[in-house]
């Protein structure tokens, strides 16, 4: 029998943060897609979608990037799978400028000396939810996540702006919940679900990241979540690697870890916890694992 489900094979984009900062998405990703037998494999040659920083100072600089991007994604099988919030939002936010834009997409395929292929560009969560199918999902389970309350954190870029991602309703979105809910955790409803953490100010203005990174802890904790659940590289920096700063500015106690998504989904599926890039995390969760009886 074939080792990956023929049907489900995907180009795979990484992005810089997840072969850096954020390893361990990348490894849980690969080991959840490895233990679901879907297939996955590495875009060539791939390189930075200009993240934050590029559309801010050349709009054709930024195409480019991603343009190129799905260029070298037309040369694996299969739709192009995303994990980062913000590389998902760049890569989509070029399709849908392209495509509204005949001119501009002109002096993109000048650039990059190539044509930009419609290839379909798929959040993990989209392919969890749509593709593989929560039923299944739930049938992949090895390890409930029963007794674990996950506060789901969207953060800006997931559903927002309404025409790009099209991956969920943009201001009442449910699919992170339907996903984790497969496993048999619990989700809880809070408040800043959809609030913006600060993203890349956490260098350059980060009393506001405190401030703003603060108010979601608050929210979660306040909803009696056990941990939060991410699905973007710099919203983890923000809420896990600056908790404790947030700790000492507000004289408040939260020690809640915060999960890639990928991370609880790849436990609940059977992939080893010493697999997870959970001795990463600078919030440890490894107590919290042990009380739930998920170590």
């Not at 990174?213 to 009696?224: E, R, T, Y």
Request: glycine residues 6%; hydrophobic residues 40%.
């Amino acid at each position: 029998m074939n080792s990956t489900n023929s049907k489900l094979t995907y180009s795979y984009y990484p992005g810089c943060s997840l072969h850096a900062s954020g390893k361990e998405y990348d490894i849980s990703t690969r080991g959840l897609f490895k233990a679901l037998k879907i297939g996955l494999k590495e875009v060539p040659d791939w390189l930075c979608c200009g993240a934050t920083p590029a559309h801010n100072v050349d709009e054709l600089l930024s195409l480019s990037l991603c343009a190129k991007n799905l260029s070298l994604a037309d040369e694996v099988k299969g739709d192009l799978a995303v994990a980062c919030a913000a590389c998902f939002s760049r890569l989509k936010t070029t399709q849908h400028r392209l495509a509204d834009n005949p001119e501009k997409r002109k002096q993109v395929e000048h650039a990059i000396a190539g044509s930009v292929p419609e290839k379909k560009v798929k959040h993990l969560l989209e392919i969890l939810a749509k593709d593989y199918g929560l039923e299944q999902l739930q049938e992949a389970v090895q390890k409930p996540l029963s007794g674990l309350k996950v506060a789901c954190y969207y953060g800006c870029l997931l559903t927002r702006p309404p025409e790009v991602p099209e991956l969920d309703c943009t201001e009442a979105p449910t699919i992170m919940e339907r996903v984790i809910g497969a496993t048999g955790a619990e989700t809880v409803a809070w408040s800043h679900r959809l609030e913006c953490c600060g993203a890349n100010f956490t260098l350059s203005r980060p009393g506001v990241v405190l401030k703003l990174s603060g108010d979601i802890l608050a929210s979660a904790k306040a909803a009696g979540a056990d941990c939060l659940m991410v699905a973007c590289p710099l919203c983890h920096g923000n809420l896990d690697i600056r908790q404790k700063e947030i700790e000492e500015a507000t004289g408040t106690r939260y020690n809640m870890p915060v999960f890639y998504m990928t991370q609880l989904l790849a436990l609940a599926a059977g992939v080893p916890a010493a697999k997870l890039g959970f001795d990463s995390m600078m919030v440890s969760p490894l107590p919290l694992l042990k009380e739930k009886n998920l170590l």
